[in-house]
């Protein structure tokens, strides 16, 4: 029970003290909506614990790892100190991001100057998936 308490304190202070408030800054100076800069933290999230889990052959530390995810994805507004959780309909690992691998909303890469890596779209880019169905 300690551990879940302590989980809760660190991801409340990351979240609502230093996420959310540059965010919002973000958002008000590039006027990017929240939903695309939200959908960029939980992107990073995924990686971290896609990475993670594939690594890992601990069944202890697997279970907390994914009991991690869980907490983070069912978590409420107020840990983010916000209305809503902004980042639970983007958090995809496992099963459920091999079913569904794009994102929901564009991150924009599209428009970068200067397209470094030669791609045009990032790889679960939702405009670049749209086309390729039609």
């Not at 006027?31 to 971290?48: F, K, Q, T, Y």
């Not at 990475?51 to 983070?72: G, H, M, Q, Y």
């Not at 809503?84 to 309909?89: A, L, V």
């Amino acid at each position: 029970m300690e551990r879940e308490k302590w989980r809760e304190n660190v991801l409340h202070t990351l979240f609502s003290s230093q996420i959310t408030p540059v965010l919002d800054i973000l958002k008000k100076t590039s006027r990017i909506p929240s939903s695309i800069l939200w959908e960029n933290v939980a992107i990073r999230i995924n990686s971290i614990y896609r990475k993670t889990l594939a690594k890992e052959l601990d069944p202890v530390k697997i279970e907390r790892l994914n009991s991690d995810f869980l907490f983070l994805k069912t978590a409420g507004g107020d840990l983010f100190n916000l209305k809503e959780n902004p980042i639970k309909h983007y958090l995809k690992i496992g099963e459920e991001l091999k079913l569904n691998p794009c994102r929901k909303t564009c991150c924009l890469y599209y428009k970068l100057e200067e397209d470094v890596e030669g791609i045009g779209y990032c790889g679960n880019c939702p405009i670049k998936s749209k086309y390729t169905r039609e």
